[in-house]
């Protein structure tokens, strides 16, 4: 197919709508609810008991492999591993509890038996029925899209014992990137369990299927991050195959992929010591919500939790376009983020700007200072509800005062008209200072665009072998000391839980003790 | 200008097919919402242009804002042929001198001195004699300060569709009219994207009319400034012996890949900006929060723009900021 055709064909088939094949399977439906509710039972006991904890994380994952890995359905089974290893830690530890957990325990142990010993897997059958039926249809290059990586293995032996041919088996994130001719998708599994632009950017003559089970709620369209906003945004309708169960609310997050929940509980108790030991001492500096991320090589490092991005490294991707930004949000167990070791980011960029600007820069953050102080102060005398309001009165739309009275992160509010009113308002003389902050702000963008450099050139060359094999990575960037030195991490674990934590040691490397 | 790919072809690593819908829908868009925008706005309008795939959408939309653009400045700035005596100091103007015109001195007239006993003008540093003047041509301000004047010699009305009226009408215009930053590679490769008739010979590649200002010729028409948003370097660093502050201060920005959005939509100041991403793009996740952290301080479009022309599977968000003058 050209190049023309390829890309002319993603336009003509872009909005055709998703079909949502729900299968019916009374016995893993049973299993699968009945280990949900479980899970919801002894939710307080998997913090103290590694016992409970291991049952239930080997259940939990069976119970998602089931769901998401074809393949030869034999003990070797990836899911029917798991299984056997929930079923025999779980068997003599719900003994001395309540009537409704044991009964819940006894019917898991039934149905999982039962489970154990079949040799059909609905999700094997309806698989290849389908592909057959597209075959027959006409389609003859179909990719079938998995979630992760270690799933493909056993799909493809199962495509191999049943003589189907010509099907590719890749990640959402492959199939993306190595651009197959496809005229038929199929996605096994949850649509939250996968990027959107799965949905978004991948599109074929005979459409896409997505093959998930009844009792697992699926949405009913998809669209891109930005479709919230967009004015003109993409809405691709999901058309469902069979009626959803309606007659119970169901949190679809328990059915996803569970191994971010499971390894958060562990990351807890280390996320707690390296927490106590950060300096919170100074009573001015601001508090950020933030999650502990387990780095490789006993790292912790604290994360905002609202919307923000990291620097991270691509690890399939080739050398010149791996060091790529990344939204905090979109880390994963496995994703390798760079950090500065010593001094933060907005540190070096800080320090970096001063330099190159030297006795003019020293001007421009007395100026800087000037500015910000005064805010801080009509904000302690006055209260941040009356100084917003006030500034609205003066016709400020937004008046992002808390970001703008920060010395570090923000230099001056977007607008020319607003930064103007806003001096006024703090009784300074606006232009001299206008112009010292814009000065101030192309210092800022030198220095990140030289640290970023700097950055790319180490790290775009680095023997990704080495992270490989250690799970990080230490550059020195440059000579100077106020730049320091540069990490790259492999993510072992994200917590959960939300730490008050002091800005100062916020996206710094934090040492977990041994 | 009517926008139309007409009867042409689009060639491609060989493979030549009628130009696709897609193609056309977002040239016209780019078109339409250049031709309309105000010139003196004091908003800078954001466009972003969400595709399910990047490939040749730096080439369409480049070549509708150019195509408004440019004839934005034919409508404006006729470019007339005055008389001697209509000459005053302060002009900009291209002179064709010498016993057969050959000569050509382009620049502000700084002094008048027709009442002398050899009378003569002054033009940018040179005089010239009266007498030797052979045709005087007024240039607009919005040409920039081109040292040489030269049109070619297609008119727009024998041109057959708009792509070869922008290739050959070549205003002297010596100023940016777009601000490209994308990939190396985008770049080298969708300029040299070729269009062709059936049966022709003789191709239209996208570079014949989006010009980049590194490699075009001094002084007869540069329509753009290109930069790499790998280069971590911006244009006008090392453009500026060229060009002076005002002259490569583009209206349209156009920002084509997630690491050029990355880098650069913070720092652009344009009053249009398209910036267009793949949603197949590696960085795309960080792309989409950077845009909804831009679009949190923005304000919604103060003007009705039409979107209808974009194919299906194209999401727009647009919004406007305050333009930082």
């Known amino acids: 197919m050209s190049r023309i055709q390829r890309i002319t064909e993603l336009y003509e088939y872009a909005e055709m709508s998703v079909q949502h094949v729900s299968i019916e399977d009374d016995l893993l439906r049973t299993f699968s609810k009945e280990v949900r509710k479980l899970n919801i039972e002894m939710r307080d006991w998997l913090d103290v008991s590694t016992d409970w904890d291991e049952a239930l994380a080997n259940l939990r994952r069976a119970d998602w492999r089931l769901r998401n890995q074809p393949g030869v359905f034999t003990k070797s089974h990836p899911a029917k591993i798991h299984l056997s290893q929930g079923l025999s830690r779980l068997d003599g530890l719900y003994s001395n509890l309540g009537d409704e957990i044991r009964k819940i325990c006894r019917g898991i142990i039934e149905n999982g038996n039962a489970i154990m010993r079949s040799e059909e897997s609905t999700l094997n059958s309806n698989l290849i029925a389908l592909l057959k039926a597209s075959k027959a249809g006409g389609a003859n290059n179909i990719v079938i899209i998995l979630r992760q990586e270690d799933l493909i293995g056993s799909c493809l032996e199962l495509l191999n014992r049943e003589s189907i041919d010509n099907v590719f088996v890749e990640t959402g994130y492959s199939a993306i990137q190595k651009k197959h001719p496809i005229d038929k998708l199929f996605v096994v599994g949850n649509i939250l369990d996968y990027s959107s632009s799965v949905f978004s950017c991948l599109f074929s003559k005979y459409g896409t299927t997505i093959l998930g089970y009844s009792w697992v709620p699926e949405q009913d369209s998809v669209g891109t991050a930005l479709s919230e906003i967009a004015m003109r945004p993409l809405n691709i309708p999901i058309i469902h195959s069979q009626t959803q169960e309606k007659t119970e609310p169901i949190d679809v997050s328990h059915f996803l992929e569970p191994s971010v929940e499971i390894a958060s509980r562990q990351l807890r108790s280390v996320a707690k010591n390296v927490y106590a030991q950060i300096d919170r001492s100074n009573v001015d500096e601001e508090n950020i919500q933030c999650r502990a991320?387990?780095?490789?090589?006993?790292?912790?490092?604290?994360?905002?939790?609202?919307?923000?991005?990291?620097?991270?490294?691509?690890?399939?991707?080739?050398?010149?376009?791996?060091?790529?930004?990344?939204?905090?949000?979109?880390?994963?167990?496995?994703?390798?983020?760079?950090?500065?070791?010593?001094?933060?980011?907005?540190?070096?960029?800080?320090?970096?700007?001063?330099?190159i600007g030297g006795k003019e820069a020293i001007r421009y953050r007395n100026l800087q200072k000037e500015w910000k102080d005064a805010l801080k102060m009509r904000?302690?005398?006055?209260?941040?509800?009356?100084?917003?309001?006030?500034?609205?009165?003066?016709?400020?739309?937004?008046?992002?005062?808390?970001?703008?009275?920060?010395?570090?992160?923000?230099?001056?509010?977007?607008?020319?008209?607003?930064?103007?009113?806003?001096?006024?308002?703090?009784?300074?003389?606006?232009?001299?200072?206008?112009?010292?902050?814009?000065?101030?702000?192309?210092?800022?963008?030198?220095?990140?665009?030289?640290?970023?450099?700097?950055?790319?050139?180490?790290?775009?060359?680095?023997?990704?072998?080495?992270?490989?094999?250690?799970?990080?990575?230490?550059?020195?960037?440059?000579e100077s000391p106020e730049i320091a030195k540069l990490g790259a991490f492999i993510c072992l674990s994200i917590g959960e839980d939300v730490f008050e934590v002091p800005e100062s040691a916020v996206k710094q490397l934090q040492k977990a003790a041994d | 200008m009517d926008i139309t790919y007409g009867e042409l072809n689009l060639v491609i690593d060989g493979d030549q097919r009628k130009v696709p819908d897609w193609f056309f829908g977002l040239t016209e868009f780019a078109y339409g919402i250049c031709s309309t925008r105000e010139p003196l706005s004091l908003n800078s309008e954001h466009y972003v242009i969400s595709l399910p795939d990047i490939d040749g959408s730096l080439a369409a939309v480049a070549l509708g804002a150019l195509a408004a653009e440019i004839e934005r400045i034919e409508i404006n700035s006729n470019f007339e042929e005055i008389s001697l005596t209509e000459l005053q100091v302060g002009m900009k103007v291209s002179i064709d001198s010498g016993v057969s015109g050959q000569q050509k001195v382009t620049g502000q007239v700084r002094t008048l001195d027709l009442e002398d006993r050899t009378p003569k003008i002054e033009v940018g540093s040179r005089w010239i004699a009266a007498r030797f003047i052979k045709k005087i041509c007024l240039l607009p301000s919005e040409a920039g300060n081109p040292q040489i004047f030269q049109r070619k010699n297609i008119e727009s009305k024998v041109a057959r569709n708009f792509l070869e009226h922008l290739s050959s009408s070549a205003l002297p215009i010596h100023r940016a009219i777009l601000d490209i930053r994308s990939t190396t590679k985008i770049i080298e490769d969708e300029l040299n994207w070729e269009f062709l008739y059936a049966g022709d010979s003789k191709s239209l590649k996208v570079k014949d009319s989006v010009?980049?200002?590194?490699?075009?010729?001094?002084?007869?028409?540069?329509?753009?400034?290109?930069?790499?948003?790998?280069?971590?370097?911006?244009?006008?660093?090392?453009?500026?012996?060229?060009?002076?502050?005002?002259?490569?201060?583009?209206?349209?920005?156009?920002?084509?890949?997630?690491?050029?959005?990355?880098?650069?939509?913070?720092?652009?100041?344009?009053r249009i900006t398209f910036s267009i991403l793949g949603r197949d793009d590696r960085q795309l996740a960080a792309t989409e929060l950077g845009i909804k952290q831009k679009y949190e301080y923005s304000n919604p479009l103060s003007r009705s723009i039409d979107s209808s022309k974009l194919g299906q599977g194209i999401e727009l968000v647009a919004f406007e900021v305050p333009l930082n003058v």
Not at chain 1, 401 to 425: A, T
Not at chain 1, 431 to 440: G, K
């Open chain 1, 293 to 355: 991320y387990l780095l490789a090589g006993k790292n912790v490092v604290f994360l905002p939790t609202k919307e923000g991005a990291i620097d991270s490294i691509d690890m399939s991707a080739k050398s010149g376009s791996r060091v790529q930004r990344m939204p905090i949000k979109e880390i994963r167990i496995g994703s390798v983020i760079l950090l500065r070791v010593g001094k933060s980011d907005s540190d070096s960029i800080f320090e970096m700007a001063n330099e």
């Open chain 2, 211 to 270: 010009k980049p200002i590194s490699s075009g010729q001094p002084g007869s028409g540069w329509t753009l400034v290109l930069n790499s948003s790998e280069s971590e370097d911006l244009a006008w660093e090392n453009l500026g012996s060229y060009l002076n502050e005002s002259e490569l201060d583009a209206d349209i920005s156009v920002l084509c890949s997630s690491s050029a959005i990355l880098a650069q939509l913070e720092g652009v100041n344009s």
């Open chain 1, 379 to 478: 904000i302690s005398s006055l209260g941040s509800p009356l100084v917003t309001r006030q500034l609205q009165d003066l016709g400020i739309k937004n008046p992002w005062i808390g970001e703008w009275k920060s010395f570090k992160s923000n230099i001056r509010p977007e607008s020319d008209d607003y930064f103007r009113k806003l001096l006024k308002y703090l009784a300074i003389e606006p232009e001299s200072t206008i112009a010292a902050m814009n000065a101030l702000r192309r210092l800022h963008l030198m220095a990140a665009m030289r640290l970023r450099k700097m950055l790319k050139e180490k790290f775009e060359n680095a023997n990704l072998q080495t992270i490989h094999e250690k799970g990080f990575l230490i550059e020195d960037l440059g």
